[in-house]
């Protein structure tokens, strides 16, 4: 159940409302936008008697959830969310957040030169793999915490975020000094343990859609996260699997102005995996972009063609300058900045 609070409720009035939910064996999630306090009652609330809690000193107005994703939901934060970082980036609102970078990290010179040319083109999010999920056991697997040790460097030279993928439990304690942002891969969309786990920790979170996945359960993935209590969870469009094979996978563009319609929060699109193919990437990403994304994440290398993964979907460094500047065309006309 939502219960809206009125925009002048008092801290009393709210503690109140909340207290009489928990006491009915609610748990409840508070949020408070820019205009009024919203409460998600979660749990047991057919029982409840809604008509008793529009009575109530402060509140606006109270409706049941009637979607499986109670969290997840717009009528939890109707405005959208908005996730900042520690340096003042955001993802959401306005400004279209730019992530770039190697697929895998595979020395300190090959991390060091991508970070320096994707900054240099306008990226704020240094993406890279420590941890690599791969179809076949004899792949690259990555270097672990010592790749990531190099990425935190990389991205403290040259100012940019870190954002890498965690793969299991026992990971996230010993990555969360270098991360700025966890990154679930597609794989592990389901992998309901480490959602949970990630709820508890206090940094954002980016869900990757699984490659078969509906968007009902992406956004019930996400509710996991949310359910714990960390806010700060951004989706991504990363293609599904389809009966088309000319690419790797089919990039749901139509997913995002969904997501945009039935969720608060922010979403961005993969053309990389979306596509599989380098000479794809851009006309998706500006795709992404027109059709509403909070940002790209693309993967970029120095020399691409010698990439240990992922080469052929791999952008050259300048074809990613270029990107970004044809995105600097793009954003306003859907009303964003870049």
Do not use: W
């Not at 240099?120 to 040790?149: D, H, V």
Request: charged share 20%; hydrophobic share 45%; net charge neutral.
């Amino acid at each position: 159940m939502i219960v809206a609070m009125q925009e002048f409720a008092t801290e009393e009035q709210i503690d109140f409302v909340i207290e009489k939910m928990v006491e009915a064996g609610i748990n409840v999630h508070r949020t408070t936008g820019t205009t009024q306090t919203i409460l998600a009652g979660v749990g047991a609330t057919s029982a409840i008697d809604i008509e008793e809690y529009k009575l109530l000193s402060g509140v606006l107005y109270v409706h049941r959830i009637s979607s499986p994703y109670k969290l997840a939901g717009r009528a939890f934060r109707p405005e959208g969310t908005i996730v900042t970082f520690r340096n003042g980036v955001t993802v959401g609102g306005d400004k279209v957040a730019i992530m770039a970078g190697p697929c895998s990290i595979e020395n300190r010179d090959q991390i060091f030169l991508t970070a320096k040319q994707v900054a240099a083109s306008g990226a704020t999010f240094l993406r890279g793999g420590a941890f690599k999920p791969r179809s076949s056991p004899y792949a690259f697997q990555g270097l672990g915490i010592p790749g990531l040790e190099l990425m935190r460097e990389a991205c403290d030279a040259h100012g940019l975020l870190c954002i890498s993928e965690v793969m299991e439990i026992s990971q996230i304690e010993p990555m969360l000094p270098f991360v700025d942002c966890f990154q679930v891969g597609a794989r592990n969309m389901q992998n309901f343990n480490l959602l949970r786990e990630l709820g508890k920790v206090r940094k954002p979170v980016l869900l990757k859609r699984g490659i078969a996945a509906t968007i009902e359960e992406l956004l019930l993935a996400s509710e996991y996260i949310l359910a714990g209590g960390n806010y700060d969870v951004i989706l991504c469009e990363r293609g599904i699997r389809t009966y088309e094979t000319y690419t790797r996978n089919t990039m749901d563009i139509s997913a995002i102005p969904v997501v945009k319609k039935l969720s608060h929060l922010p979403i961005i699109g993969d053309p990389s995996h979306g596509t599989g193919r380098r000479d794809m990437v851009a006309a998706m990403a500006r795709a992404s972009v027109a059709a509403g994304a909070d940002g790209i994440i693309v993967e970029v290398h120095p020399n691409p063609d010698k990439a240990v993964s992922d080469a052929a979907q791999t952008l050259f460094p300048d074809q990613f300058a270029q990107l970004v500047n044809e995105l600097r065309v793009i954003a306003p006309a859907v009303g964003r900045t870049l």
